[in-house]
């Protein structure tokens, strides 16, 4: 099992423009999670879906970000426009259970 | 509501001495506690839960309810250990949250 699969790893972008990153979970998970990591913040959950579904969208910073997961096996954090700010290490978990939490690797976001 | 609370931001120790990575919390409830480990360059995984009550790698947390605290501990640090560490905390009418401290960065010296 490769576990939680992120994509892009790394992302580099210019200010403005659209950002997306990719979040595979675990199979038979039902819980995902959307964090954004940074040195100042630490660790802050960003949004969590069950089965698919939205549950707690609170640690969304602004309307910028989105976040959709169109089935189980798949979601996608957007931010559009991106700004300098933005610039964190962006990390998906899943879990089967309330909070036996498995993270992916990461995506390390610059915006420039 | 709920809170984790890591006072120390960094924690340094020379190998061989013993650590405590402090967490406190506040919740009315009875919280289920968790330490989550990231060692550089990996993922962010799990160490330790309260409920199982287990010893991995060395270390130990206890949960003090009566000081609300679960802190991390263990007699004989090693290199190997320096990570960054994070308490967090669920509630079972959260389905599914996960609270997390700021975490603690820790190195250990040779």
């Known amino acids: 099992d490769a576990g939680v699969i992120q994509s892009p790893r790394h992302e580099v972008t210019e200010m403005g423009q659209e950002v997306t990153l990719r979040c595979k979970p675990i199979?038979?998970?039902?819980?995902l999670f959307w964090y954004r990591q940074t040195m100042m913040r630490g660790l802050e959950l960003l949004i969590y879906?069950?089965?698919?579904?939205?549950?707690?969208d609170s640690g969304m910073p602004e309307d910028r970000f989105s976040a959709k997961m169109p089935n189980a096996s798949f979601s996608t954090l957007k931010i559009q426009p991106s700004e300098p700010r933005d610039s964190a290490v962006y990390f998906c978990?899943?879990?089967?259970?309330?909070?036996?939490?498995?993270f992916g690797p990461g995506t390390r976001l610059t915006v420039t | 509501a709920q809170r984790v609370t890591q006072p120390e931001k960094l924690l340094s120790v020379f190998k061989g001495a013993p650590v405590e990575l402090k967490c406190n919390y506040s919740?009315?409830?009875?919280?289920?506690l968790f330490w989550y480990v990231q060692y550089s360059r990996q993922r962010l995984q799990l160490l330790l839960r309260?409920?199982s009550r287990e010893s991995i790698k060395g270390f130990t947390a206890d949960l003090n309810k009566g000081e609300t605290s679960f802190h991390l501990k263990k007699p004989f640090a090693q290199e190997e250990d320096s990570a960054m560490y994070y308490c967090?905390?669920?509630?079972?009418?959260?389905?599914?949250?996960?609270?997390f401290g700021r975490g603690t960065q820790l190195t250990v010296w040779p």
């Open positions: 978990a899943s879990s089967r259970r309330a909070y036996e939490q498995y």
């Open positions: 199979s038979g998970h039902d819980y």
């Open positions: 919740y009315s409830g009875s919280p289920e």
């Open positions: 879906f069950n089965n698919n579904v939205p549950i707690d």
């Open positions: 309260h409920i």
């Open positions: 967090a905390l669920t509630r079972g009418s959260t389905l599914g949250r996960l609270y």
